[in-house]
């Protein structure tokens, strides 16, 4: 690449979708982007 050695990754094989979700977002939730516990003990 660019006239240097490289390792060039390949991805092969066979996959399956084992299922679909729908994610919703409440307006009012306390923590919309996430929460870890020192969050919430603290």
Do not use: C, K
């Not at 390792?7 to 870890?36: A, C, M, Q, R, Y």
């Amino acid at each position: 690449i660019g006239g240097r050695p490289a390792v060039v990754p390949e991805i092969s094989g066979t996959s399956w979708i084992h299922g679909l979700n729908t994610i919703v977002l409440d307006h009012d939730d306390p923590f919309p982007e996430g929460f870890t516990v020192g969050d919430t003990w603290a």
